[in-house]
Each structure stands twice: as C-alpha cells, then as structure tokens.
C-alpha cells in the first residue's frame, strides 16, 4: 500500500499532483489491490495448511495425554499474550508507516522506544501475577499441596 502511495504522489497512479482522479485510476488501483490481496490470501492459506500439519505430527509423535497437555498450554500461553501486546501490534503499522512517510526519524525511534518498554512492563506484570499465583499450585519434593 505504501508503495501506491508513493506512485500516487508520483502522478503514475492516475492520481493528479493535486488529488483528482483520472481515467486510469480504477484499474491501476483493482490491480494492486487484487494483486496484493492475492499474496496476502497465499500467505494465510500456507499458513494454516502449515499449522494443520505441524499439529497432525504432534498428535502422532505425543499420543492423545501429552499431546492434550500440549494444547493446553498453548491456549493459556496465547491468551496470556494478548494483553501483554498491549495493543502496540496494530498500531505499530498505522504509526511506523505515518513516521516513515513524514520522514520523522524522533517520533519513529520514540514510538518504537515506548512500545518497547510498554511491552516489556505488561509481560513482567503477567509473568509475576502468573509466578504468584502458579507457586501456591506447585509443591516441592517433601511438601505436600
């Protein structure tokens, strides 16, 4: 998309200089948008048939209790990291892109700096509210639950 972007500020989109439309605009744009839609539907595609395969070997090389235990752990770890993005994955996009395209080097390197530690400060709270009330769950050899 940012490259549209570029070639509509470039006057090749059949966008004039100063905004209007020209004839050649609609195909141009359904061709990059289908164009890019079609690499977006491969990726996805590939990568849910990856997915499915991966979890059909696991099922077959852990049996039906460890590979249960499995998928337990994964549903809690991904859920567990949702709020730990703290929403800095989609905004990350609409931010970085707006910084790179107003060439706001400062703003990019900030945004980027306080998503870090934003990020960082949400998965230290979770792993110590997870250590908290995880070790009234655990037993050490000789003690008892």
Known sequence: MYRI??????GEAGIEPNGELTRDTLPFLRRAIVGAGARSLTVRVAGLFLSYAANVLLSRLLGAEQYGEYSIALSWALTIALPAKAGFDNSALRYSTIYLENR???ALRGFIRLASISIFLASACIAGLILAVGSSFISLPGQSL
Not at 5 to 10: D, E, V
Request: proline letters at 0%; one cysteine or more; a positive charge.
């Open 5 to 10: 972007c570029l070639q509509a500020k470039r």
């Open 104 to 106: 706001d080097h400062a």
